[in-house]
């Protein structure tokens, strides 16, 4: 178990990086919403290159840093990784998220790396998976972020100590 400041500090940086996940797919989903629905080429274009460097650069790094931060806030407290169902529930859902982030990953660049060439054909079906993704990556972080509010499964108040 970490010392009690150590375990504010475990919490606050697995907090900031959950939200900063979250907040940076939902930056993605603008990008991705503005390069299906765009009638403006160049914007469509840039939004596909900036997802691209978003997805490897940010997206990416971010999501293993909440991931690890998480693994080790549950280690070092009383909540464990295998003591409650709700905590087994987060991280399998985290590492279906990063997961299926990381295959996405290739195609998301090579989308980025199309998109560059303005002599390139830039299709709207290649632009609506990640879309897609992006959508479903922010219901699955939804849900993390509300099991970690709420607890269910099994977490109980603490009883005082006699």
């Known amino acids: 178990m970490f010392a009690p400041g150590l375990r504010k500090l475990a919490l606050t940086a697995h907090l900031t990086l959950s939200i900063g996940w979250l907040g940076a797919v939902i930056a993605f989903l603008a990008l991705a ?25 940010v997206i990416v790094p971010i999501a293993l840093a909440s991931l690890l931060s998480g693994l080790l806030s ?7 990784v295998f ?3 709700w905590v087994i529930v987060k ?6 998220a990063v997961a299926v982030l990381l295959k ?6 090579d989308l980025a790396v199309l998109a560059r060439d303005p002599m390139a054909s830039l299709a709207i079906p290649e632009a609506k ?9 922010l219901v699955v972080l ?7 509010v709420y607890k269910p499964w099994g977490a ?3 009883q005082p100590e006699a």
């Open 33 to 57: 919403i503005a390069a299906v629905t765009s009638a403006d080429s160049q914007l469509a274009r840039s939004s596909c290159v900036s997802m691209g460097f978003l997805a490897v650069y």
């Open 74 to 80: 549950a280690l070092g407290t009383k909540w464990g």
């Open 83 to 85: 003591r409650y169902s």
């Open 91 to 96: 991280l399998v859902l985290s590492c279906i």
């Open 104 to 109: 996405q990953v290739g195609p998301i660049r």
């Open 129 to 137: 998976r990640p879309l897609i993704h992006a959508a479903g990556g």
């Open 142 to 148: 939804v849900v993390v972020q509300v099991i970690g």
């Open 156 to 158: 109980r108040k603490a």
